[in-house]
RNA sequence: GCCCCGAUAGUGUAGUGGCCUAUCAUGCAGCCUUGUCGAGGCUGCGACCCGGGUUCAAAUCCCGGUCGGGGCGCCA
């Protein structure tokens, strides 16, 4: 066995006891006749005493010297002493260097110092040894394990569909290309033609947690080149139907996300408190809130300016539903002359996602193809993907979606 | 792709034409120190993004590039 314990388990029951431990060496504290060596693994934090007489002079100049952030094995006896950390400590008899760290590291993992976002991608394998940084992906987790509860539970069928395909499915969002033998095929921005195919199919209820791809330049903390999509259709429901899918869904999220106490007190951050029915405000009363306070008409897409000024109002998660006819795709169905069924999906000022009720009558969606200057055999979808990295974003209150990812691709990162 | 701002030791920073042989912290190296837990003390190491230009003189001003931050656009 290569280790006896985790360093964050060791409990009053193991004094007097031998016991090994593995993890990395966090910090060494040489007081000269003395030394504390913090090892550490997920579970916490252990601390090495090595008084030197006990050890030996030879062990304690090398075991003092080790670099931080090197990984350890390390066999010793357990001491209950009031004046250890947590009250236990191990004294050594072995330590293994199972492999040394350079020095000096690139990120300092427990120096006061905050490092840049850059510095840390560059240098992921080290910033994730980081607790704060490391909660980013429990509450990832926690998010993932509810979508797929909470979606089996309202009788949706998880799908997996391919991700390399064979043209441009969508007129609008630029494809990576990628050489299929001697063909060339596109990496998939979202799923949406496939998940269409399962409607018809008879699957009425599905859905897909999996990586999209777009070869969008911009550039912003919320965009990535790729990323996890959830990706929810349903037959037989109107838009009011999916709002109700999906905020429900979301409170689910947050129910989950509010178990992670620790992760959560990593972040100092709050769980979002959710409230079913979410709010739902028109796009005429969102006109009419953001007019206030930025320039926009009637017709217009909501700016970053007017989402703010509605955000003043609406500190959560809400819906702005009956977006004009002209602001949505031509697959989403009318409602009246000028409105349609469709909704964006908010939280404070950003939108997370939209979605609506897709025109079904296929004359209708020829018609509206050609008003639009498309091709009628492409097809849409009720819900845009729902990206994982924004739900992170916003319940562990990360100013950038590459918190949230492990090792992020935007416009100039392709490494690590 | 556009606009604004920025880039200085491993990391984070100070420095607005000569006082820069470039500040401070952290780190790293060495020495001292038997209860550290943001350990402490002493000594040392280590940097002006790249390419042009202006000037007697450039980290500092100008132009181009690369990369980063914010916003916009794009994301039917």
Known sequence: ????????????????????????????????????????????????TLPKKKVGEDNFKVWTAIARESTLRVTGTV???????????????????????????????????ESEIETRLNARYLDLRRPEVAAFFRIRAAISGAVHNHLRREGFLEVQTPK?????????????????FDR????AQSPQLYKQVLMSGGLDRVYEVGPAFRAEEHNTPRHLNEFI??????????????????????????????QEAEALTALEMAPLEVELPLPRITYDEAIEIASAKADIAWGDDLSMEATRAIAEQYGGFYFITKW?????????????????????????????TSGGQRVHDVALLELRLREQGLDPKEFGHYLEPFRYGMLAMVFSGAQNVRECVLFPRDRNRLTP
């Open 1 to 48: 066995m290569l280790q006896t314990r985790r360093c964050g388990e060791l409990s009053e029951a193991d004094d007097d006891t031998e016991q090994t431990l593995c993890g990395w060496l966090q910090e060494t504290r040489n007081l000269g006749g003395i030394a504390f060596l913090q090892l550490r693994d997920s579970t916490g934090i252990a601390q090495l």
């Open 79 to 113: 001491k209950a002493n009031q004046e250890a950390p947590n009250g236990l400590e191990l004294v050594p008899t072995e330590l293994e260097v199972l492999n040394a760290a350079a020095t000096p590291l690139p990120l300092g993992v427990v120096d006061r110092i």
């Open 164 to 180: 390399i395909i064979a043209s441009a499915t969508e007129g609008g969002t630029a494809l990576f290309p990628v050489q299929y």
């Open 184 to 187: 060339e095929a596109y990496l």
């Open 229 to 258: 999509s959830i990706d929810i259709e349903m037959s037989w429901a109107d838009d009011d139907d999916v709002m109700g899918v999906m905020e429900r869904l979301v409170a689910t999220c947050a129910e989950s996300v509010s």
């Open 324 to 352: 004009p006819l002209s602001l949505k795709p031509f697959y989403i169905q009318a409602e009246g002359e000028k409105h349609s069924k469709g909704f964006d999906f908010m939280f404070r000022e950003v939108e997370m």
